[in-house]
Nanobody
């Protein structure tokens, strides 16, 4: 059984930066694509970014493109989300997810494993 655990969230002022980490354990997750999603209060969960197994393909939501960068270290079984120029509208619970089909997809239904989520709050 696989497990994903997020870390690195917190409170930051607008314009600041944070780096989220996602640690995979319990299985290899070899060949899996990884993604980040977020859910703000009263809103549906939305796609943020995805990366394939090799790291050679990435995909971003329009709202974060140019500000956020997804990366992975397969040897350490880690996935990262570097967030720059944060805005109050980036405030949400952020989730790490893994999909076996290794596609950089924005569809949450195609992800097989999910972390428990971590809060990111951006103050104005």
């Amino acid at each position: 059984q696989g497990q994903l655990v997020e870390s690195g969230g917190g409170l930051v002022q607008a314009g600041g930066s944070l780096r989220l980490s996602c640690a995979a354990s319990g299985r290899t997750f070899r060949g899996y694509a990884m993604g980040w999603f977020r859910q703000a209060p009263g809103k549906e969960r939305e796609f943020v970014a995805a990366i394939n197994w090799s790291g050679g393909s990435t995909y971003y939501a329009t709202s974060v493109k140019g500000r956020f960068t997804i990366a992975r270290d397969n040897a350490k079984k880690m996935v990262y989300l570097q967030m720059l120029s944060l805005k109050p509208e980036d405030t949400a619970v952020y989730y790490c997810a893994a999909t076996y089909d290794n596609s950089v997809t924005s569809s949450s239904g195609r992800y097989d494993y999910w972390g428990q989520g971590i809060q990111v709050t951006v103050s104005s």
